[in-house]
């Protein structure tokens, strides 16, 4: 099992940027991939963005291609994400999570630990 702990949610214009933080703990080397998901009120939760641990292989929602960057950086066992152009439909609570196995990306399911969320607010 690992632990997650995101940080860098906040208030933020339209236009705007953040960068969300992720740091991993416990059983790190169980670790296949690290995934960001989304929620806002009255909606599903929505998968975001996805990167693979060891080989860096990133994937992204259609909605954030070109304005969000997923890394990760192995020595900090820290996953970041680099959110630009910000929109008022971003606004949700951001969650990190871990897999420990290759599935489909886009399944929260597949995912077996989730950090506590980030509130991202951008206003217009």
């Known amino acids: 099992q690992v632990q997650l702990v995101e940080s860098g949610g906040g208030l933020v214009q339209a236009g705007g940027s953040l960068r969300l933080s992720c740091t991993v703990s416990?059983?790190?080397?169980?670790?296949?991939?690290m995934g960001w998901f989304r929620q806002a009120p009255g909606k599903e939760r929505e998968f975001v963005a996805a990167?693979?641990?060891?080989?860096?292989?990133?994937y992204y929602a259609d909605s954030v291609k070109g304005r969000f960057t997923i890394s990760r950086d192995k020595a900090k066992n820290t996953v970041y994400m680099q959110m630009n152009s910000l929109k008022p439909e971003d606004t949700a609570v951001y969650y990190c999570?871990?897999?420990?196995?290759?599935?489909?990306?886009?399944?929260?399911?597949?995912?077996?630990?989730w950090g506590q969320g980030t509130q991202v607010t951008v206003s217009s």
């Open positions: 999570a871990a897999r420990r196995s290759p599935g489909v990306v886009t399944i929260p399911s597949n995912f077996g630990s």
């Open positions: 416990g059983r790190t080397f169980s670790t296949y991939g």
């Open positions: 990167i693979v641990w060891n080989g860096g292989n990133t």
